[in-house]
């Protein structure tokens, strides 16, 4: 599912201080290329054994990936439950803990990113 009105849609940042503030929320940038990168946050919930994982796209504005300096702006942003043997599904209902997890470390997100 795609998450809307996060505020988070357009943002910009220079790669090292989006990674490092993606580190410190418990981000991971998992896929990478040249013009693009993901991060993800995995969400459990105990109670049923199921992960859920919170997905942040980037693109490139300026420069290239790996250059500290680059130019990154937040695409989209969704939620899914993992599936086995590997996957996401995204259309999946998501309780509403995870939800609430996911909207706390978007807005963290947000105000790290614009302050």
């Known amino acids: 599912m795609i998450i809307e009105n996060s505020g988070l849609k357009g943002l910009k940042s220079d790669l090292a201080h ?3 503030c993606m580190e410190q929320l ?8 040249y013009y693009r990168a993901t991060y993800d946050l995995k969400l459990e919930d105990k109670a049923s054994r199921s992960e859920y994982f919170l997905r942040i796209n980037t693109r490139v504005e300026t ?7 680059a130019i990154l702006y937040v695409e989209d ?9 590997h996957g996401l599904d995204y259309n999946s209902p998501i309780p509403d803990f995870i939800m609430k997890a996911a909207a706390g470390k978007l807005a963290e997100l947000k105000s790290k990113l614009t302050h």
């Open 63 to 69: 420069g290239k990936l790996e250059s500290p300096y």
């Open 77 to 85: 942003t969704y939620i899914g439950k993992a599936t086995f043997p």
């Open 26 to 33: 418990g981000f991971v940038r998992w896929q990478w290329e």
């Open 18 to 20: 989006l990674d490092e």
